[in-house]
């Protein structure tokens, strides 16, 4: 491992054996999550430490979802699709700061962690069996039976977004999408 993840995993100086090269390790603290950010230009929650932008693999299979009844080959895109978990999304992700919001992540409350770890393996296996159904319904010439299935895995996709949503703002109240598009007319 390199320098540079020692750096931003252990802290500045810090080295993978254990000692310091210029100044001591510090300890992961709930200001640090908030220097981050307010760094970070991907939306980072200053409580919490996870960032909404890990929701976006989930949100483009809703849509998909959404759009099946009217072109049944996004069918094909969907079969496609594999879930990555927090860590491998912004690992691939081509964003400038990743490391700052995977150090966020790293430093997000444990329990906090694992609960959106566990919703976000939960609704990984709804959409793996929700989306094979779906496969296995064109396979069978049910194509029928795509659009509602597909309609009824969105809502189910959907109720777990809110749910993670919520987690990963810790049940603040976001603004309204409404007050977000008057912000940017301004």
């Known amino acids: 491992m390199d320098s540079s993840f020692s750096q931003t995993f252990l802290g500045e100086g810090a080295s993978l054996s254990g000692t310091s090269q210029s100044r001591p390790r510090r300890a992961p603290t709930p200001s640090r999550v908030a220097e981050i950010a307010a760094q970070a230009r991907i939306g980072v929650d200053s409580v919490t430490g996870l960032a909404t932008d890990f929701l976006n693999q989930f949100n483009?299979?809703?849509?998909?979802?959404?759009?099946?009844?009217?072109?049944?080959?996004?069918?094909?895109?969907?079969?496609?699709?594999?879930?990555?978990?927090?860590?491998?999304?912004?690992a691939a992700?081509?964003?400038?700061?990743?490391?700052?919001?995977?150090?966020?992540?790293?430093?997000?409350?444990?329990?906090?962690?694992?609960?959106?770890?566990?919703?976000?393996?939960?609704?990984?296996?709804?959409?793996?069996?929700?989306?094979?159904?779906?496969?296995?319904?064109?396979?069978?010439?049910?194509?029928?039976?795509?659009?509602?299935?597909?309609?009824?895995?969105?809502?189910?996709?959907?109720?777990?977004l809110d749910r993670l949503d919520a987690l990963i703002h810790a049940g603040r109240r976001r603004p309204s999408q409404g007050f977000v598009d008057s912000m940017f007319l301004r």
């Open 60 to 90: 483009e299979v809703s849509m998909l979802l959404d759009m099946i009844a009217s072109d049944a080959s996004l069918l094909d895109d969907l079969e496609a699709w594999r879930s990555r978990d927090y860590i491998a999304h912004f």
């Open 93 to 160: 992700s081509g964003f400038a700061d990743r490391h700052l919001v995977l150090e966020a992540y790293q430093l997000s409350p444990p329990l906090t962690r694992r609960r959106f770890d566990a919703l976000c393996g939960e609704l990984a296996d709804i959409l793996a069996q929700g989306l094979a159904f779906l496969s296995n319904c064109r396979t069978a010439g049910a194509e029928a039976a795509v659009a509602p299935a597909a309609e009824a895995l969105s809502q189910e996709l959907r109720s777990h």
